[in-house]
């Protein structure tokens, strides 16, 4: 459990059959956004064909693909309780405003769409792959995934925005976690005040001329040190594919797909 008490889910702190029966009896439907711009497009099977098997399998789930070439997308087919929506969005030059932007794009599909359509939403990042099942112990309120970097730093050495000037900045001394921008969720009411408070945030030091250090991720780490998440993921839902695996790590569900940054993003 977190200081606050909310659970950590790591593997062998809870027996899925019950959570799987306990979650069928809401009869919810999760939504999970994503996005692939520009050269992105790549991970979109490796993402999808792995989140068919391993993501909330057997239940209810609706995949947003946020994407600027809709043509690119594979045709794949998908268990009969998952679906695929293509959206299509615009890109940017940069690829710091392409993931600053999706927490806009994201509170405007809330407020649109997703508030009549599903009952809980996750953020993903496309650039991974899955290995093991994701379930239904990842359904709560507000759902953070702790760094799979920085989860055993004392806090001070975690990469919060520390600098006052930045609408992100949390003090030195203050922080809980470190939490990964690539995984988030939550009720929809719960993601629609976080991805509003960020773009918040972004466009605040947009206009007083300062960029948060890790850009949406940092204005996220802000929001949920203020804003504590009702449940935490462990590291093994988003495992950096750099770092050696330690012993404490016994499944890894989701990691990173190695990429050559210079490559992908320009
Ligand atoms: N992204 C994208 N096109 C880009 C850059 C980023 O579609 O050119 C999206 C994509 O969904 C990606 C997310 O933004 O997974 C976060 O960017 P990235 O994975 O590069 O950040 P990292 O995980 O390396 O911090
Ligand atoms: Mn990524």
């Given at each position: 459990m977190s200081p606050w008490m909310a659970p950590i889910m790591w593997e062998g702190t809870f027996n899925r059959d019950i959570l799987n029966a306990q979650y069928r009896q809401k009869n919810s439907v999760v939504g999970v956004a994503t996005f692939a711009v520009k050269k992105y497009v790549r991970f979109i099977e490796g993402f999808?064909?792995?989140?068919?098997?391993?993501?909330?399998?057997?239940?209810?789930?609706?995949?947003?693909?946020?994407t600027d070439h809709p043509e690119k997308v594979?045709?794949?087919?998908?268990?009969p309780e998952k679906h695929l929506f293509i959206i299509p969005v615009q890109n940017y030059s940069r690829w710091q405003d392409i993931s600053m932007n999706c927490m806009d794009i994201i509170?405007?599909?809330?407020?649109?769409?997703?508030?009549?359509?599903?009952?809980?939403?996750?953020?993903m990042d496309i650039d991974v792959?899955?290995?093991e099942h994701i379930g239904v112990e990842i359904i709560d309120t507000l759902v953070g995934t702790i760094?799979?970097?920085?989860?055993?730093?004392?806090?001070?050495?975690?990469?919060?925005?520390?600098?006052?000037?930045?609408?992100?900045?949390?003090?030195?001394?203050?922080?809980?976690f470190y939490y990964a921008a690539s995984f988030y969720g939550g009720s929809v009411s719960e993601v629609y005040k976080l991805t509003t408070a960020c773009f918040k945030g972004v466009t605040e030091d947009r206009a007083n001329g300062i960029e948060a250090?890790?850009?949406?991720?940092?204005?996220l780490n802000k929001y949920l040190l203020y804003?504590?998440?009702?449940?935490?993921?462990?590291?093994?839902?988003y495992w950096d594919e750099e770092l050696p695996i330690p012993p404490i790590i016994k499944v890894k569900r989701l990691s990173s797909v190695r990429k050559d940054l210079k490559e992908v993003r320009f």
């Open positions: 999808l064909g792995s989140a068919n098997k391993f993501f909330l399998s057997g239940h209810r789930v609706n995949f947003y693909l946020f594979p045709s794949m087919k998908l268990a509170s405007n599909h809330i407020r649109s769409h997703w508030r009549y359509e599903v009952d809980y939403l996750y953020s792959q899955m290995f760094s799979s970097w920085q989860y055993t730093k004392p806090r001070d050495s975690n990469s919060y925005e520390r600098r006052p000037e930045s609408r992100a900045a949390i003090p030195s001394g203050e922080g809980d250090k890790w850009h949406e991720e940092s204005h804003h504590k998440p009702t449940r935490l993921l462990s590291p093994e839902y």
